[in-house]
């Protein structure tokens, strides 16, 4: 997904407003930033591609992997006209809170409610301790997560620090701290590189239910209560469940989790008309259409997806909800 314009064009006014400044009549190229090849993320990107190139053929879209910790950045400084942002990560984003460092005060979005994604932390099946805290603080502890870019890195950092580790220290006392894709990951784990796991998609997880048909028996883990409550109380995330059925073979129970949900940004600049035909589309395709994408985004819901208050909804968003009856006032 990405804006081709020339380069004479770019220069004849501002380097963030011009890339986006179309004549009516031209076709439309976006860059979708998404997250690791492999997660639900890049998938959801490429069915809302194919998806709005069906209804707008003007519109085409071109997906590109990222993460939700530098997907904010990415949009905002005009690299990516359109990305995935998480809820709360967004929100600080927009503040200049931390893990950013200054204002983030060109993003928009199309709304929120795209995918509601649970944390997952998985453990080998065949011995070890079975506990969170425990397994995260023991000795030659080896685990394997996305790239330090993603939301799920800094989850997990967040979560080790309130265990009283970090992952100098898990190297330091001889364990391995792995960062790759959710592929790259998903293999070390197979491989016996990694014992544990820790990813944050949407159910179903493709990578989680591979790995449940693997050859390596493994094991979702609890969130316990404490970190939970300081994961929502800190930081703005949601109390969340994996439903026992969602992966036979992982789990024996409800597993409790913490959650996010999936944000669609854009630049200011985008423009209005174009805003305005992909959120009509995504609204269009409430229901069957969307779940046909990923599973997770059912949960879509335009009633809702409007109220997110973490950056401004973009005005052909906010036109397409009015349209479509599900935004007063």
Known sequence: MDFRISRRAALAGSALALPFIRRAAAQQTLEFVAGSLGGGWYTMAAGV???????????????VPGGGLANPTRVNNGQSQMGWGIDAFTAAAARGEEPYKAKHER???????????????????????????????????????????????????????????SPEKIRDEGGRYLNGSYNDIAGAFGDGQVD???????????????????????????????????????????????????????????????TMDSVILVHDTLPEPVAYAVTRTLIKAKGARLTQIHASMGAYDPAVAWKYAGVPLHPGAERAYREAGVMQG
């Open 49 to 63: 591609a194919a998806l709005v190139r069906d209804e707008n053929p003007e519109i085409q879209i071109r997906v």
């Open 196 to 258: 544990y796991l820790y990813v944050a998609l949407a159910k179903p997880a493709a990578i989680l239910t591979e790995i449940g048909q693997g050859r390596r028996a493994a094991k979702l883990v609890a969130f316990p209560e404490d970190v939970r409550k300081h994961l929502i109380d800190t930081y703005a995330y949601n109390q969340g469940v994996i439903p026992a059925a969602t992966y036979p073979a992982l789990q024996d129970a409800d597993v409790p989790v913490t």
């Open 107 to 165: 993003l928009r979005s199309l709304g929120t409610g795209y995918s509601p994604t649970e944390h997952n932390f998985l453990r080998r099946a065949d011995g070890g301790p079975a506990d969170m805290k425990a397994i995260l603080t023991q000795k030659g502890v080896r685990i394997g997560c996305p790239q330090r870019s993603s939301t799920d890195e800094m989850t997990l950092q967040r979560i080790l620090k309130f265990c009283g580790t």
